[in-house]
């Protein structure tokens, strides 16, 4: 029996579960040291691209721009995101299976909740950004300067965490006594609500709501703003000017078209038992694959990124 971590949501009990059973990617015994060995890889070349983007913008004076600021603090969003699934999810693959105590479990979702929404709020403030540079050039350098650069970047991080803490103490106030086993890689919000033998329908409802604001509402207003950002580009006189302007959004675009791409998909396709491989093949997509494909964007087709690396290799 585990007492609520939280004072504020009082001292009733919340579950007859110490721990629970993360059963991972089932039998695939024929194919275990094939995807650890994927998978390790894959989070190695995340860690690395995503530090080195991050590592980039703090040191090269090129990048010290409001764009690459936001970039960065998006980058290290991914080192997190990534390390709070990747390590454990290898553990499971490797063991068959992993136990995790219960309020590890509700750790490892506040953490993977709360930063897939600072990538989320992150995104539209990078769209912001790209439309005050395109659409209103005069006054983007008065408007995006260091202070309000750092304090969008703050409400990202903090907006986020809080959006998550409301998830999360409507979460330890169930009672779970179901079962102990969570058919996934990872502790996410459908398999922990499955061991719950509480009523959950407030619980969906608003988590519905919040997930509308911090993922819906963002993809709207990213929509509307390159609506603008491609009309101010259609007006651009020269071809020259037209290529020169997207260039500078085109990376950030490819990275949000991935984003929600995968997180549509995860969410689109039912839990149910038949689908249940998709369910977390795509999963793996967001919380895996993802976060290796940003940095990969950034370098390929960003100019000032491929200067930077160009100017740091000199230097040694």
């Known amino acids: 029996m585990v007492p609520s971590p939280l004072p504020w949501l009082g001292s009733q009990n919340l579950t007859d579960l110490d721990e629970v059973f993360i059963l991972g990617f089932g039998d695939i015994d024929n194919m275990r040291a094939v995807l650890f060995t994927v998978f390790l890889l894959v989070y190695i070349l995340t860690l690395s691209g995503n530090l080195l983007i991050f590592l980039l913008v703090l040191s090269c004076k090129i990048l010290h721009s409001p764009m690459y600021f936001f970039l960065g603090n998006l980058s290290l969003n991914e080192i997190l995101f990534t390390t709070n699934i990747a390590p454990n999810m290898l553990h499971v693959l490797l063991n068959r299976g992993a136990t995790m105590s219960i309020l590890g479990c509700f750790m490892?979702?506040?953490?993977?909740?709360?930063?897939?929404?600072?990538?989320?709020?992150?995104?539209?403030?990078?769209?912001?950004?790209?439309?005050?540079?395109?659409?209103?050039?005069?006054h983007y350098t008065s408007i995006m300067d260091s202070w309000h650069c750092q304090l969008l970047a703050l409400m990202c991080w903090i907006g986020a965490f809080i959006i998550m803490s409301v998830t999360l103490g409507f979460l330890?106030?169930?009672?779970?006594?179901?079962?102990?086993?969570?058919?996934?890689?990872?502790?996410?919000?459908?398999?922990?609500?499955?061991?719950?033998?509480s009523d959950?329908?407030?619980?969906?409802?608003?988590?519905?709501?919040?997930?509308?604001?911090?993922?819906?509402?963002?993809?709207?207003?990213?929509?509307?703003?390159?609506?603008?950002?491609?009309?101010?580009?259609?007006?651009?006189?020269?071809?020259?000017?037209k290529e020169k302007a997207f260039s500078t959004c085109s990376s950030h675009l490819g990275v949000?078209?991935?984003?929600?791409?995968?997180?549509?998909?995860?969410?689109?396709?039912?839990?149910?038992?038949?689908?249940?491989?998709?369910?977390?093949?795509?999963?793996?997509?967001?919380?895996?694959?993802?976060?290796?494909v940003n940095p990969i964007i950034y370098a390929l087709r960003n100019q000032e990124i491929k200067t930077a690396l160009r100017l740091v290799s000199r230097r040694k």
């Open 108 to 138: 490892q979702f506040y953490m993977f909740g709360s930063l897939a929404v600072t990538e989320s709020f992150l995104l539209t403030v990078m769209s912001y950004d790209r439309f005050l540079a395109i659409c209103n050039p005069l």
């Open 172 to 197: 330890l106030r169930l009672h779970f006594c179901r079962r102990d086993v969570i058919n996934h890689f990872f502790c996410d919000f459908a398999p922990i609500l499955e061991l719950s033998c």
């Open 256 to 292: 949000v078209s991935t984003y929600y791409a995968t997180m549509i998909m995860v969410y689109v396709v039912p839990a149910s038992d038949h689908l249940l491989l998709v369910n977390k093949t795509l999963s793996l997509l967001y919380t895996v694959v993802t976060p290796t």
């Open 200 to 241: 959950t329908t407030t619980i969906k409802i608003v988590v519905s709501f919040l997930s509308s604001a911090a993922t819906l509402f963002p993809f709207l207003f990213i929509i509307i703003t390159y609506g603008c950002i491609i009309q101010c580009i259609l007006r651009i006189p020269s071809a020259r000017g």
